[in-house]
């Protein structure tokens, strides 16, 4: 099994770093049988699987559950586990009693929070208490009001320089490697050498040291996309197409047969 180490290694012989966001025990299977490097479950399972239209209503319970199926899908793949909006950002004390309720009872290897210098005594404490941390800069969706919605960050000057500031105060402060999400390529290229850390791209150009999609974004599950999702598989239309014709034979007694059938 992977632990931080590897990552921090990986960076250092240029080794590209693939990670998988997912929320279940089939899909997390399937990434460990497909030789992914690493699992996020991320709080987008708020929007993904529950359907709402933002990832601040999820829970740290609802994180746990998650991360336990995933867990038991990929017992041997390195899983970091998203902290949730306000499981962090009240007190020190409280981000450490979450974070350390979701490695004991999922028995994953990290959390994810997200945020920089505002954040960093946080984190810190975090790390501190034996608690392995991924940061997250960029497009960081638990701040989607604030930062009015979800779009390109880092495309001012100033943007910039704040983004660049705070990845190295988070690798200063320990944490093994930071999510750059939906920020220009050059400055994802910019932020990938100037650091030690490895960075995990997700809408930040192929300079990142590593990529992370969505499960259900990668094979197709919705009609529409975001630009930086590559579709590898159609998977929602066969599914749909499944379901149809499943519903067609039921109706027309074609299903079961004789070879669905025990006799």
């Known amino acids: 099994m992977k632990t931080i180490n590897d990552f921090i290694e990986a960076k250092e012989k240029k080794e590209k770093i693939t990670m998988v966001s997912t929320y279940d025990y089939w899909s997390a299977m399937l990434c460990q049988e497909a030789g992914v490097d690493s699992i996020l479950v991320g709080d987008s399972v708020g929007m993904v699987v529950q359907g709402k239209e933002t990832t601040l209503p999820v829970t740290v319970d609802e994180m746990i559950y998650h991360a336990k ?59 501190s208490s034996g608690i392995p941390v991924m940061g997250h800069l960029g497009l960081t969706p638990q701040s989607v009001h604030a930062l009015g919605g979800y779009k390109v960050q880092g495309k001012t000057k100033e943007q910039q320089r704040k983004i660049i500031k705070d990845a190295q105060i988070l690798q200063n402060i320990g944490v093994f490697s930071i999510v750059l999400e939906v920020i220009p390529s050059t400055l994802a290229k910019e932020i990938t050498d100037i650091l030690e850390i490895p960075t995990i791209g997700i809408g930040a150009g192929k300079d990142t040291d590593g990529q992370v999609l969505v499960f259900q974004d990668m094979i197709g599950i919705f009609e529409k996309s975001p630009k930086f999702v590559k579709r590898y598989l159609e998977g929602g239309k066969l599914i749909k197409e499944a379901l149809t014709k499943f519903n067609e034979e039921v109706k027309k007694g074609i299903f079961p047969d004789n070879e669905h059938t025990y006799q």
Do not use: H, W
């Open 69 to 127: 199926a995933v867990r038991r899908g990929a017992p041997d793949t390195f899983i970091v586990v998203d902290m949730p909006f306000l499981s962090y950002q009240v007190s020190k004390e409280q981000a450490v009693e979450n974070a350390g309720r979701i490695l004991k009872e999922t028995g994953c290897q990290a959390v994810k929070v997200e945020g920089g210098e505002e954040i960093a005594p946080v984190i810190e404490k975090m790390i």
